[in-house]
């Protein structure tokens, strides 16, 4: 790739004090475009800066858009860091394929990802927790509003440091179970990182808020009654000394920190099931103490501790509210190898310089 290089006239003062999530931007962003017949081209580092963008602009109207997460961290020793990126290409790979998107190589996004944190390397924040979130994204660029794959796209990576996901530190949550509206079925697009599927889940979202819960969770978009995954996070239960999460079946999202948490887990010798779980057997093995923890995984908040599931009226309780001792072993190593103080012994940290 060759990638040009447009000098900012003036750099923003790095922020102070607590950072927040996905709230500031560095001062430079990568960008590149494609067109039928031409392929990428023009790859570029310029300043970061709002785009102008045509009101006729399929994504506007149709919402062919697919996005990535993940994040840079700076080692004690001043290394910096990504985690397990091939993973996030070839998941932006499955999912601008099923969105008709052209592929970005695996080469091409690990290398443009580099290449712009090389260059931000002083925006990776060094607090306890702190990173640089990376959110590389396509969209469909061409003017006509004919519902058509369209013929050409732009890829952007932009860059926010980002603060502990919970400040106060890793808390459990409350997740209120949704048994009404639904994100996903098989066929449809729940496995894609895409706008479209969270403008989808909001609603939900927003029950659960109202209702004083800060997640949702949501169960299968046919029965209603299987348990898939969290807002924006995958979720596991410990039942009975048992690992258990949804199956990679097309509707969940195949998260990184899902699978990274899953291989930890094998490795200290529990026993995994991916399967379908009833949100019924979930709330039954609540009420009769067998279930002993239950967390979410991602990128962004890492792992989030369940302390209360609420169904249909119903609550239980898990672990009294406290983060289970799975759960925080679990943080604490997954943290500690991204940022390199544990030994990486799957070799998911890709060095960045
Ligand atoms: C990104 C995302 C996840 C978590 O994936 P990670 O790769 O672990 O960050 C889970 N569910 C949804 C819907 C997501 O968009």
């Given at each position: ?232 996070m995958n979720v596991m239960f410990l039942i009975d000394d048992v690992v ?53 995984t991602g990128t962004a908040a890492v792992i989030s501790p369940i302390g ?46």
């Amino acid at each position: 790739m060759n990638i040009r290089f447009e000098q900012a006239e003036t750099l923003k003062e790095k922020p102070q004090g607590a950072l927040g999530f996905g709230k500031k931007f560095t001062d430079y962003m990568f960008v590149m475009d494609w067109k039928e017949g031409k392929g990428w081209h023009d790859e570029r580092i310029v300043p970061y800066a709002p785009m102008i963008i045509d009101p006729a602009a399929m994504v506007l109207h149709y919402a062919q858009e697919t996005f990535e997460g993940l994040k840079a961290y700076r080692g004690k020793n001043g290394e910096v860091y990504l985690f397990r990126p091939d993973m996030n290409a070839k998941r932006f790979e499955k999912s601008n394929e099923r969105m008709c998107m052209p592929s970005v190589p695996e080469e091409m996004f690990v290398e443009a990802i580099k290449e712009l944190v090389k260059v931000e390397e002083a925006w990776i924040p060094t607090g306890e927790g702190e990173s640089l979130y990376i959110r590389p994204f396509m969209y469909a660029n061409e003017v006509a509003l004919g519902v058509d794959q369209a013929d050409n796209y732009r890829f952007i990576i932009v860059l926010s440091p980002v603060g502990a996901y919970y400040p106060e530190g890793v808390n459990p949550i409350k997740i209120y179970v949704e048994d009404e509206l639904t994100r996903a079925t098989v066929g449809g697009t729940g496995f894609v990182k895409c706008g479209g599927n969270y403008a989808g889940s909001l609603a939900g979202q927003m029950k659960a808020k109202k209702l004083g819960y800060t997640q949702v969770l949501w169960l299968d978009g046919v029965h209603r009654k299987y348990v898939e995954e969290v807002g924006s996070m995958n979720v596991m239960f410990l039942i009975d000394d048992v690992v258990v999460t949804a199956p990679i079946e097309g509707t969940v999202l195949a998260g990184v920190t899902r699978d990274s948490i899953l291989q930890l887990v094998k490795d200290w010798g529990y026993k995994v099931e991916e399967r379908h779980l009833e949100i019924y057997e979930l709330m039954k093995a609540g009420k009769e103490g067998r279930l002993q923890e239950a967390w979410g995984t991602g990128t962004a908040a890492v792992i989030s501790p369940i302390g209360e599931l609420f169904y249909k009226g119903e609550k239980v309780e898990v672990n009294e509210f406290k983060t289970g001792e799975l759960t925080q072993k679990l943080y604490d190593t997954l943290t500690g190898i991204q940022w390199g103080d544990v030994e990486d012994e799957h070799n998911w940290r890709v060095v960045v310089k």
